[in-house]
């Protein structure tokens, strides 16, 4: 049982807007800043988004991230093929004094 | 940008201690820009994050793990290590090294994976 909580799997179609929840606690997302991971079928997670709603340089602004409370989205729009992936939410939590993850959201391009 | 490459054993035995290593290249492992991190990943599950090591020695482990879990640098190699003791078949997972970078808090560099089997 993973500490934030995703939905296992989420779809859409080519050009479409999904939107991936993540929700956690006042000791998690509640007080510290959430990043997002993409990991593309046999790799490595790379950093999507970090501090909420910034971006590395070379990821496309169709990934956006945001933040409320104790819960954060990150939204895909324009969705392509090559977006198909598992994305994960993390954030530090101030209780268990550990980082934790999301259990992943599988999202599928119809 | 860091690199970073694990290395170490594929198979270990039940009870015995697992033992990886992490090369990093890119940038100094004694830079005060990252803490060292290994996080691993079960078969078809999700991220588990293991400990993270700063250059001044301080450690942060998983409170799961804890009792069972070494993070240390190796400065004059550029790498750091991790060290799992008492192992069973839970363990088994792919193994990633990455880098947290302290401005971003976020995991911005990870190795590629390596995957360790806990089995006689």
């Known amino acids: 049982q993973s500490v934030l909580t995703q939905p296992p799997s989420a779809s859409g179609t080519p050009g479409q807007r999904v939107t991936i929840s993540c929700s956690g606690s006042?000791?998690?997302?509640?007080?510290?800043?959430v990043n997002w991971y993409q990991q593309l079928p046999g790799t490595a997670p790379k950093l999507l988004i970090y501090?909420?709603?910034q971006r590395p340089s070379g990821v496309p602004d169709r990934f956006s991230g945001s933040k409320s409370g104790t819960s954060a989205s990150l939204a895909i729009s324009g969705l392509q093929s090559e977006d198909e992936a598992d994305y994960y939410c993390?954030?530090?939590?101030?209780?268990?004094?550990?980082?934790?993850f999301g259990g992943g959201t599988k999202l599928t391009v119809l | 940008q860091v690199q970073l490459q694990e290395s170490g054993p594929g198979l270990v035995r039940p009870s015995q201690t697992l033992s990886l290593t992490c090369t990093v290249s890119?940038?100094?492992?004694?830079?005060?820009?990252?803490?060292w991190t290994w996080i691993r990943q079960s078969a078809g599950k999700g991220l588990e994050w293991i400990g993270r090591?700063?250059?001044?020695?301080?450690?942060n482990y998983n409170p799961s793990l804890k009792s069972r879990v070494t993070i240390s640098l190796d400065t004059s190699k550029n790498q750091f290590s991790l060290r799992l003791s008492s192992v069973t078949a839970a363990d088994t997972a792919l193994y990633y090294c990455?880098?947290?970078?302290?401005?971003?808090?976020?995991?911005?560099?990870w190795g590629q994976g390596t995957l360790v089997t806990v089995s006689s």
């Open positions: 990455a880098s947290l970078q302290l401005e971003r808090r976020a995991f911005d560099s």
């Open positions: 890119g940038d100094s492992i004694s830079s005060n820009s990252y803490y």
């Open positions: 090591m700063y250059i001044n020695g301080g450690t």
């Open positions: 006042s000791s998690n997302i509640g007080n510290n800043p």
């Open positions: 501090n909420n709603n």
């Open positions: 993390s954030a530090w939590d101030d209780s268990l004094n550990a980082w934790v």
